[in-house]
């Protein structure tokens, strides 16, 4: 599969735990994306990174981080997890960080905290 | 701030009449608004941008600056348009996207 991947499919915690999804773009492209899909908040973005470096912030919360490798696969770190967190985590990547370049997405990691 | 609201959370039309998908946006400067479009099943994906002023399966979408609206039409509806339509703003200084809540578009045989 040539296409964006995410592991884990799924994950289950507790609260206070933390986890860890990877995402790894699709052959070629630079721009890592990272979005949190729940039921009460919608879809929100979360961050941008290309090629190493962080692009763009949106609603993420300190207790989240993310990084891009040099290989460009991304994880996205989630510390002191609470109930509010379950939601389903989307990364996409894109060839540039433009808006002008399609964003491909991924199937996304489904994260229940208990 | 900037927001991107589309009102109606679920919009069931009959095949081969025309659609309308409402996207409102309140943003200080020029916007980049997109679509996306999430299929039962499917991952999400770009349906279209304004920038481009495509046409993509029949959908368009023309930017008012005027009414600060981004709503998506097509003339008319088929049963595999049915799918979860987010409206999406690019935020051209920082960089942020913002997504509204969505809708969910029935075609009905």
């Known amino acids: 599969d040539s296409g964006v991947t995410q592991t884990p499919k799924h994950l289950i915690t507790a609260t206070g735990q933390r986890v860890t999804l990877r995402c790894s773009p699709r052959s070629g492209d630079l721009s890592v994306y990272w979005y949190q899909q729940s039921l009460d908040q919608g879809l929100q973005f979360l961050i941008q990174?290309?090629?190493?470096?962080?692009?763009a912030k949106g609603n993420i919360l300190e207790r989240f981080s993310a990084q891009q490798f040099p290989d460009l696969h991304s994880e996205l770190n989630l510390s002191s997890l609470e109930l509010g967190d379950s939601a389903l985590y989307f990364c996409a990547s894109s060839i540039g960080p433009e808006p002008g370049d399609t964003q491909y997405f991924g199937p996304g990691t489904r994260l229940t905290v208990l | 701030a900037q927001r991107v609201t589309q009102p109606e959370k679920l919009l069931s039309v009959f095949k081969g009449a025309p659609v309308e998908l409402k996207c409102n946006y309140s943003?200080?400067?020029?916007?980049?608004l997109f679509w996306y479009v999430q299929y039962s099943r499917q991952r999400l994906q770009l349906l279209l941008r304004?920038?481009s002023r495509e046409s993509i399966k029949g959908f368009t979408a023309d930017l008012n600056k005027g009414e600060t609206s981004f709503h998506l039409k097509k003339p008319f509806a088929q049963e595999e348009d049915s799918a979860m339509y987010y409206c999406?703003?690019?935020?051209?200084?920082?960089?942020?996207?913002?997504f509204g809540t969505g809708t969910r578009l029935k075609v009905l045989a």
């Open positions: 304004h920038i």
């Open positions: 943003y200080s400067g020029s916007p980049e």
């Open positions: 990174y290309y090629n190493g470096e962080e692009r």
């Open positions: 999406a703003l690019r935020d051209s200084g920082t960089y942020k996207y913002i």
